[in-house]
């Protein structure tokens, strides 16, 4: 009974999560595709309040005990009067928030009443590597295996709707476990294209997209030996007996 529960239990955390990064994904690609034909909302704003916030530290560092460069990093909170409603940016880099001040009129770019640009410059932090995204970040790969191993599932079920063939859990593990691989690949080198400042807004459907075919084709040729081995099997084992 506590075993069934705690599945049950992981099962929603698991649809939570997913919904979350659905949600997000969603949300980035809109405001990405919006943004690039320039179909954002505009209407005109009044900055009310700009407050910065920095952060310093050292770049660099080597084994002989050096020390790299001493740098200020410098965001903002600005709080936007548009219309009747006040709207908050934060986490806004310098760059685009050098020049603005309070009292200032501006025109705000907005994607479904989310301040995108401020004056045409992109103050939509994006992927974030904190709060949520982060918790989606570190539990990405849970998230790719476990989708991979629902859409293994629904293939599995469906094509044993004849009565042909089955394959248990244990036989759907190797096609699981290529799809996985799969698709951590995918993601690294993902990862190694944002270093360079290469980020598309809807990154996390590639790794799965890419592990689920890949687990779905290995599904297909597990199925194809299963049928094979009972159709050898079924004459001896169907053989009619002699009186």
């Known amino acids: 009974m506590r075993g069934h529960a705690l599945r049950w239990v992981f099962r929603l955390v698991m649809a939570a999560l997913i919904l979350l990064l659905a949600m997000r994904t969603y949300e980035e690609t809109g405001v990405a595709h919006a943004q690039s034909n320039g179909t954002l909302h505009t209407a005109g ?6 407050t910065s916030h920095s952060t310093s530290g050292r770049d660099g560092g080597g084994q002989d005990g050096g020390s790299g460069d001493w740098n200020v990093t410098t965001k903002y909170t600005i709080e936007l009067r548009i219309g009747d409603e006040t709207k908050t940016v934060s986490g806004v880099p310098d760059d685009s928030a050098n020049g603005l001040q309070e009292g200032q009129r501006v025109q705000a770019g907005l994607w479904h009443g989310r301040v995108v640009e401020i004056d045409g410059r992109d103050v939509w932090l994006g992927w974030y590597p904190g709060g949520w995204d982060m918790a ?108």
């Open 45 to 50: 704003a009044t900055i009310t309040k700009l």
């Open 136 to 243: 989606l970040f570190m539990l990405y790969p849970l998230i790719t295996g476990y989708l991979i191993a629902l859409a293994l599932a629904a293939a599995a079920y469906l094509a044993g709707l004849d009565g042909r063939v089955r394959l248990e859990r244990q036989e759907r593990a190797v096609p699981w476990a290529f799809g996985f691989l799969v698709g951590m690949a995918v993601s690294f080198v993902l990862m190694g294209c944002a270093v360079f400042g290469n980020t598309i807004a809807y990154w996390p459907l590639a790794p799965v997209g890419a592990g689920t075919a890949t687990a779905l084709a290995g599904l297909r040729r597990a199925l194809r030996r299963a049928r094979a081995t009972r159709v050898e099997d079924a004459p001896s084992g169907s053989a009619p007996a002699q009186a």
